[in-house]
């Protein structure tokens, strides 16, 4: 027998909260996009709210009920440039999975090699109003972005090696997002040196764990 009315129905019921998360995930998307755009052609300070909804091609009232405001946007923003930054780590991490030790190390430095170029990151290096964006790095707030970006980090470190222990996995993914954020919010060396000396300072770690592994 068929379904019948009632669950054809309730399956239309569904239908619609399934379009509505999708489209709005899309227009999460292009505001963040469009923000990265602008970012990129005249630095943080200088994008208003009214420039971001202009080149998403939606009204500025709708960019402020989707993001909030300013701060929020400089939060959202900082989340999705991590999330972007990530990817890469994610495809580095595949390529070199028969080395734990080896693949952490390249991968962090390609984050760092990245980050330094990307729009988000010299935003920072603005003399003058990138305070909010700063904020979210390392004030409270930044706890979010800690998070976010552990949880994704530990995810990809599972499954590309997911004999590796939870405890672990969620260890090891927070230690190399906190690192990389204190070299990402103030350098003190290049990328490539940045990596070198986290790999010494995380060996001990890293072989206890290969060693439980085993």
């Known amino acids: 027998m068929g379904r019948g009315v009632s669950g ?3 399956e239309r019921s569904r239908q619609p909260v399934r379009y509505a998360d999708a489209s709005r995930a899309l227009l999460r998307d292009t ?3 469009a923000t990265d755009e602008l970012v990129a052609e005249r630095g943080w300070p200088a994008v208003t709210m009214a420039q971001v909804a202009n080149r998403a091609g939606v009204s500025r009232q709708t960019v402020y009920n989707e993001m909030g405001g300013r701060d929020a946007l400089a939060q ?3 989340l999705w440039a991590a999330d972007q930054l990530l990817d890469e780590v994610e495809r580095c991490l595949a390529e070199h999975r028969d080395d734990l030790h080896e693949a952490l190390l390249v991968a962090l430095e390609l984050f760092l090699d990245q980050a330094a170029e990307h729009p988000l ?6 003399t003058t109003g990138s305070e909010d964006v700063l904020a979210v790095l390392v ?3 930044g706890g979010t972005i800690v998070a976010a970006a552990a949880s994704r980090l530990g995810v990809i470190i599972s499954s590309t090696w997911p004999a590796l222990a939870a405890d672990d996995v969620a260890l090891l ?3 190399l997002v906190r690192l990389a954020i204190s070299h990402v919010v103030l ?3 290049s990328p490539a040196d940045a990596a070198t000396s986290a790999g010494r300072a995380l060996a001990p770690l890293l072989t ?3 060693t439980r592994t085993a």
Do not use: W
């Open 139 to 141: 004030r409270p707030a």
């Open 8 to 10: 054809e129905r309730s």
């Open 76 to 78: 959202a923003y900082a």
């Open 121 to 126: 990151i010299r935003a920072l290096a603005a």
């Open 31 to 33: 505001i963040l996009r």
């Open 187 to 189: 350098p003190t060396s």
């Open 208 to 210: 206890q764990i290969e």
């Open 173 to 175: 993914a927070e230690v």
